[in-house]
């Protein structure tokens, strides 16, 4: 069975600081992975997706994800944190071929400070 | 293009009667999927639905239910309502439901359960 982990619960930054939100799954074979955001009071936005290829994936609002087969990882990074990314991440993992039905990670809620 | 819509956005309802949520789907999609958010269990997928048919079930006992119809317009029901059933309830659409389709969440419908 898939799963997907998010060792942190909360984390904490300054404004302008760079991010990194972990995540590490368990599949079989090679997962097709996918990073969310959730804003207070919203459905989920798809921030970037992983199905194979070039392991750096760039995504919308800055956000980029590295795929490490060897870790079991796909960690979420961005450069330089606005104040308006605080918001709750999650990560999930969907099986290659056929529908979509993805695990979630339990999400880490990003807090930004100015 | 209109995003995903979600009807009620909030509902309270009691212990042992039933409720019937809606979501009306970006216009083409096909599959329409839901979702239950709870801060114990996280995301949990439910079911989805595709051209009228259930395609994938989750590990949700047989209170929840759905359907979908003719226009891609998707229910779901609970029955005999508990209280651990409150929750965010999300609906989300893509094109056809492949794994490499964008899924696109509603804003949810919070039901509370007393």
């Known amino acids: 069975a898939q799963s997907v982990t998010q060792p942190d619960i909360h984390i904490t930054v300054s404004e302008g600081a760079s991010l990194e939100l972990r995540c590490n799954y368990s599949y079989g074979a090679t997962p097709y992975l996918f990073w969310y955001v959730q804003s207070p009071g919203q459905g989920l936005q798809l921030l970037l997706k992983?199905?194979?290829?070039?392991?750096l994936v760039q995504g919308i609002k800055g956000f980029e994800a590295e795929f490490k087969r060897s870790q079991s990882s796909f960690n979420l990074r961005k450069p330089s944190v606005h104040w308006s990314d605080a918001a709750e991440y999650f990560c999930a993992v969907g099986a290659t071929g056929g529908s979509y039905i993805p695990t979630f990670g339990r999400g880490t809620s990003l807090i930004v400070h100015p | 293009k209109a995003g995903v819509t979600q009807t009620p956005r909030y509902l309270i309802k009691t212990r042992g009667q039933q409720v019937t949520l809606s979501c009306s789907p970006i216009?083409?999609?096909?599959?329409v999927s839901w979702y239950q958010q709870t801060p114990g269990q996280g995301l949990q997928f439910l079911f989805e639905y595709f051209s009228e048919t259930q395609r994938n079930k989750g590990n949700f006992p047989g209170r929840f239910s759905g359907r979908q119809f003719s226009n891609s317009r998707s229910e779901m029901n609970v029955s005999t309502l508990e209280l651990g059933d409150s929750a965010l309830y999300l609906c989300?659409?893509?094109?056809?439901?492949?794994?490499?389709?964008?899924?696109?969440f509603g804003p949810g419908t919070r039901l509370t359960v007393l």
């Open positions: 216009s083409g999609h096909r599959s």
């Open positions: 992983y199905f194979s290829g070039d392991t």
């Open positions: 989300a659409s893509s094109l056809v439901g492949q794994v490499t389709d964008t899924q696109y």
